[in-house]
């Protein structure tokens, strides 16, 4: 189990910034952005937070239509 936040799996960092983003429970990953009723400003804070916290995700990719498990987190340099 992680320490902290920061020490946990970039998936599951995406799926917590998606559910705080949404106000939502936190989901599993197979459901896609758009499914959770996302849009384009709540994927704009997601994208921000997570490139606070290290991690860069493609705002094009969030918002596609793919499961949030398949979309790609990145650790920043």
Partial sequence: MPQTE???P???RL??????ALDI???D???SFQ????DSLSAIVIVE???DEGLHVD???LSSTMPLRQVTVLHQA
């Fill in 10 to 12: 970039p998936l599951s």
């Fill in 35 to 38: 499914d959770l009723g996302g």
């Fill in 29 to 31: 990953g197979s459901a």
């Fill in 25 to 27: 429970d936190p989901p």
């Fill in 49 to 51: 937070t997570l490139g």
């Fill in 6 to 8: 920061a020490d946990a």
């Fill in 15 to 20: 799926l917590g910034a998606v559910a705080d």
């Fill in 59 to 61: 705002i094009e990719e």
